[in-house]
């Protein structure tokens, strides 16, 4: 018996495990598929990462290495190579793998910090043959940086989030010729620095509102088709360009890894398309909680570990005390916002301040940020700007959601120079 | 004046710099040096991986330690492809010193553990 059973030992596992110990728990159990900890961390050998957590710039292997280190620090027991099949609402943790065989340990809390998967090419429906050749950025990001393999010569990245603007420059450095980076929307969903550094200091061209209309070639790919796109998102014909390539990268966007929660019955939300969560990231089952990419993609690891240490120390304060009181109001969002996490808030089971984290819909200059409770401003914050490949924050102290009935609605409005 | 998307960390400041290298627009003190290293003498910090044996990868990832001039990237990436690494790595091992004269040493960013042979 355990108190708590960590399923994913990436940068959200990890982080959580540790709180959790520091918040007094002693029986932990970190559960990871791989056979190292680290997660999606040691594929990302990138610089960036830690800048807002740790004050200075670390590479992806770098940041899971600081935690790690944390974690050797603690009793945690880790269960590497080792596959969680299923979760039960009893919180009967499934799994297998060649140290424990087929095993059920049971415990008091379980965070659930599986990640994100990639979407494929299935998932967006890119036409044409299908030969070798179209690979997710992601998994080609593990080939070369882990495995050792060249996936390609000359490649087209399909969709501009962070992993295919990294995937472009990592693919210039290893050799291979980047002819193009397409993206459907007429913004692009990666960061802005990365749109610097990985497309313009390596002078490849982005191609925003284009998508690929067709994919050629018998066993490999010998050309792919990019057409521009109207403001509906459909092909508009007589704009086909033709490039010349081996390889199609698909970099065009992430989904929680839903299998164990969906089927452990926990309520989803579709915005997110993860589990839904409470102020404290607890899930609709009681002790079981959700952070990091499987509660909602992220762009920051640095974001994962707060609100991943948020959950761990909410599981020990579940096991320690006991479930958490108080009424519960819904947080929704307004114009402007995509999703918000929190879906769901506790005013009384709220610390200090509430954290909410969402995302806006589309690309807004100078703007106000506005939390609202039946029609009334709670609170407001003023940005410069903001994207939709930007995930924002704001911090609302507990005393303003004293007598707070309804729900909470986050809207974006632009406002006047 | 020469306006830049500031890469020091993911807010992105939109900068402007004018000939008398004075900066605008940053919310930060790293800001103002970025951009002005950017109009004089541009410099980014290299990441890749170099040949690993007897680990249970076989790459080991690496990063510059300091930044390097820009138009040097190709030749530290050339320097990268001679090396050989053996485990057992530790995070910050020294893989290249001085890397073309640079004063940045290339150094491991990942604990790579020797595979223990049976």
Request: aromatic content about 4%; proline content about 6%; overall charge neutral.
């Amino acid at each position: 018996m355990y108190e708590l059973i960590v399923i994913g030992g990436g940068p959200a596992g990890l982080a959580a495990a540790c709180e959790a110990w520091d918040a007094g728990l002693r029986r932990i159990l970190i559960v990871e598929r791989d056979k190292t900890l680290g997660g999606i961390l040691n594929q990302c050998i990138h610089n960036g990462f830690g800048l807002t957590y740790f004050k200075e710039e670390l590479t992806g292997p770098e940041y899971a290495h600081r935690f790690t280190q944390l974690l050797a620090k603690t009793g945690v027991e880790v269960r590497t190579d080792t596959m969680v099949l299923r979760i039960t609402p009893d919180r009967r943790v499934h799994m297998t793998g060649p140290s424990c065989g087929y095993r059920i340990e049971e415990a008091s809390s379980v965070i659930l910090a599986m990640g994100c998967r990639e979407r494929t090419r299935g998932a967006i429906g890119v036409p044409g043959a299908r030969p070798a050749g179209v690979f997710t950025a992601g998994a080609a990001q593990r080939y070369v940086n882990v495995e050792g393999w060249m996936p390609g010569k000359r490649v087209v990245i399909l969709g501009s989030g962070d992993i295919g603007l990294i995937m472009a420059r990592r693919m210039t450095l290893e050799g291979a010729k980047v002819l193009a980076c397409v993206e459907v929307m007429p913004y692009s969903g990666g960061l802005t620095r990365n749109i610097v550094q990985c497309l313009e200091d390596y002078k490849i061209p982005l191609y925003l509102s284009h998508t690929v209309t067709d994919v050629l070639g018998r066993d490999r790919v010998e050309k792919v088709i990019v057409s521009r796109v109207d403001e509906n998102r459909r092909p508009i014909p007589g704009t086909e360009m033709e490039f010349a390539c081996d390889t199609l990268l698909l970099s065009v966007g992430l989904i929680p890894e839903n299998e164990l929660t969906a089927a452990a019955g926990i309520r989803m939300d579709p915005r997110t398309k993860g589990a839904a969560v409470y102020e404290n990231m607890e899930t609709s089952l009681p002790g079981v909680f959700a952070c990091g990419n499987v509660a909602h993609v992220h762009d920051l690891v640095d974001y994962v570990t707060r609100e991943s240490q948020r959950a761990g120390a909410a599981a020990a304060r579940f096991v320690l005390n006991g479930p958490a009181a108080g009424e519960e109001i819904p947080v929704e969002n307004g114009p402007g916002v995509s999703y918000t996490v929190p879906q769901r808030v506790r005013p009384e089971n709220v610390d200090k301040s509430l954290g909410i984290f969402f995302r806006v819909n589309r690309i807004f200059g100078r703007s106000r940020i506005c939390v609202e409770a039946e029609g009334r401003e709670v609170c407001g914050f003023d940005r410069e700007r903001m994207a939709p490949g930007e995930m924002e924050s704001v911090t609302v102290p507990k005393k303003l959601l004293a007598g707070v009935k309804g729900g909470l609605t986050v809207s974006v409005r632009e406002v006047e120079k | 004046m020469r306006e830049l998307v500031c890469i020091v960390c993911p807010r992105g400041c939109h900068l402007k710099i004018d000939d008398s290298l004075n900066v605008t627009g940053n919310a930060c003190p790293r800001g103002e040096a970025y951009a002005r290293a950017e109009t004089t003498h541009p410099t980014r910090v290299v990441t890749s991986t170099v040949r690993l044996v007897g680990g249970q990868i076989p790459r080991l990832p690496v990063k510059t330690g300091a930044p390097v001039p820009k138009e040097l990237i190709g030749s530290v990436m050339a320097e990268l492809s001679r090396v050989t690494v053996t485990a057992p790595v530790k995070v910050g091992d020294v893989v290249i010193s001085d890397v073309l004269g640079t004063g940045a040493d290339v150094v491991a960013t990942r604990e790579i553990p020797e595979t223990v042979k049976i």
